[in-house]
Each structure stands twice: as C-alpha cells, then as structure tokens.
C-alpha cells in the first residue's frame, strides 16, 4: 500500500497541519510520498523527510501558486495514478477539505473527514472520526480499494523520524477547464501567529469594552507566542479584523491551549473551539455559560488578571 500526502504552504513555508500529515501517513507503515503545489521553499520541501516522507513531488508551475481547488484536485488525482497512490492523507483545512471532497468523487474513493486516529486494520480499514463539531466520535469503515484521509488538527505529532529527502520536479499539463473559477480578491489574515496554525489561541469578547483595550490581550499573545482571535460580536461591531473571529461561524480552531477573556460562551462559539486540549475561560461573572466547558476558569477581572498574568509567564521563563 503507497500513501500520497497533499502538503499545503503559505509564502513558501510548509504549515504545520501538513507535517501532521506526513507523520500520520508514516504511522500508516506505507510507502510515502509527499507533494507541493506552487511555489514552496526548497529547504522546506526537503525537511518532508524528517517527518516520514521518503519521496517528494514538487509541481512548481506558477499557475498552482493561487490555490484553485479544481487544479489542485486534478494534479493530486494524476500524482495517484502515477505513483500507484491508493490513500492520499491531507489536513483538514479550508483548502484540504474541498479538494479531498473532488479528489474521492473523481476516482470513486472512501472518503473520511475530522480523522483523529491512525486507522484500524485488524479487520478492514476503520478510521476514528470526530462528529458533532468535537462533542462525539465515530468510527467508519471505508471499504473502496482507494481512500481519501482528512487528518484534523492536532490528532497526529509532527515527530521527526528521519533525515532530509530529495525532491523531484512534477511537471503537470494544466487544462482551462481546470481554471473555470478565477479568484478574483483574497483577504489575508495578518499576524505574528495565524489562527488557523496556532497551538495556543488567546481570544477577547465584549468584557474587554472596546478595542482601544486590547493590547493587554496582544501582550499576553506575544509572551505566549500565540494567535489572537475574537468572538463574533467584536468582529461584528469592528473591534477586531474578521479574521479573528472564532466560532462556528468563523474560524473553527484545535490548539493545546484556548484562553477565552470576557466571553460568555454562546453555543456558536464553542463550536468552534471545543476540540481544543485545554480551554482556560477569565471572566468577572462567575454565571458565565463558558465556565461548564472550561478546563480552568479564573472568575475575575480581565484588567486586572491579564496584567498579572503575562507578568508572571515573563517571570517564570
């Protein structure tokens, strides 16, 4: 059995989502092949095998660099065929999420989102699914010969196991049909840390009473090495950039650690952030719903924990 991994990169640099990827498709004790789309670093590319790959594709054409799911679905279905690929593993992201969808439909694969665990094998192959935005799992057996793996965030450890690999040129022979939709604009998050790769979250709602007070919040960020983000509200009332916004409706995120300031807790935000390791909810209303989904919870005033707390993570380091 030969395992594909689509790698996803943002200004040349491999995400993190995608060397859980290759990981996860080592711990499938197959073959690994691993491809890039666009223009990626090459140091980048061959880093692939320190985390399991023992082969790298690189289709550089300057075409793929604008991320067109359709094109992306098509070389990915080509690199199968030509590498004998029976499982291709991607991370479970915006843009993995529609290809794996085109990639199973256009060669008739088993297709299995949200995956959280290295497959069973003993009888069949059966994946362990997250369902119900994180609050159940399944366990789905996919029976076609070939299958399409969307691996969830954090559910495998980007763990070195080898060296670097060499990395072979993929020439690709792009059709229009393959470019029917143009992206004509594109919103780019900014940031020292983008949510979506973030392991730890600091996040503000309307506690924090206007954005000319979130700088406390972007200074525990900073000395934690963490993404800021946002309930809907703030972004609504244009506190914060809609970027930030975390929530079902929004930017659903799985770090280790998600530190909710001033945030109630409505239904639509933890769907977003409930298949976070470890929630830690401040807020001065000890009644607050987020407290029942909290890990810890410190019932207090955000102008007054916050200080106190980046200053204590700066002295303990």
């Known amino acids: ?154 559910a495998a450890e980007a763990k070195e196991v080898g060296g670097t690999v060499s990395v072979t040129p993929y020439a690709v022979s792009l059709a229009d049909a393959d470019f029917a939709v143009t992206i004509t604009s594109s919103e780019k998050a900014t940031g020292e840390v983008l949510l979506p790769e973030a392991n730890i979250v600091v996040s503000g709602g309307r506690g924090m009473k206007g954005p000319e007070h979130w700088s406390i919040l972007e200074e525990l960020a900073r000395t934690l090495h963490a993404a800021t983000g946002c309930s809907k509200p703030v972004s609504d009332m244009g506190w914060r950039p809609h970027h930030e916004h975390v929530g079902q409706t929004g930017v659903k995120v799985a770090p280790q650690l998600y530190i909710a300031v001033g945030i109630s807790g409505a239904i639509q935000h933890l769907a977003g952030v409930n298949s976070s390791k470890c929630i830690v909810v401040i807020n001065k209303d000890a009644e607050a719903p987020f407290f029942k989904a909290a890990d810890y919870g410190i019932v207090g005033d955000a102008f007054d924990v916050i200080p106190k707390l980046t200053e204590a993570i700066k002295a303990a380091k």
């Open 1 to 154: 059995m030969s395992t594909l991994v689509f790698v996803e990169s943002a200004d040349g640099k491999i995400k993190k989502t995608s060397l859980e990827a290759v990981a996860y498709a080592h711990a499938l004790k197959n073959s690994v092949t691993a491809i890039a789309l666009g223009s990626v670093e090459q140091a980048e590319l061959e880093s692939l095998g320190k985390y399991g790959a023992q082969k790298v594709l690189h289709a550089s054409d300057s075409k793929l660099n604008a991320g067109v799911i359709q094109a992306y679905a098509s070389v990915l279905v080509k690199a199968m065929q030509d590498e004998n690929a029976d499982v291709l593993v991607l991370a479970n992201s915006s843009l993995g999420t529609p290809i794996a969808a085109r990639v199973a439909a256009r060669i008739g694969a088993s297709l299995a989102s949200n995956v959280v665990e290295v497959p069973d094998t003993s009888a069949g192959f059966v994946v362990k699914r997250s369902i119900y935005t994180g609050k159940a799992f399944a366990k789905v057996e996919l029976k076609n010969p070939r299958k399409v793996i969307g691996l969830k965030k954090n």
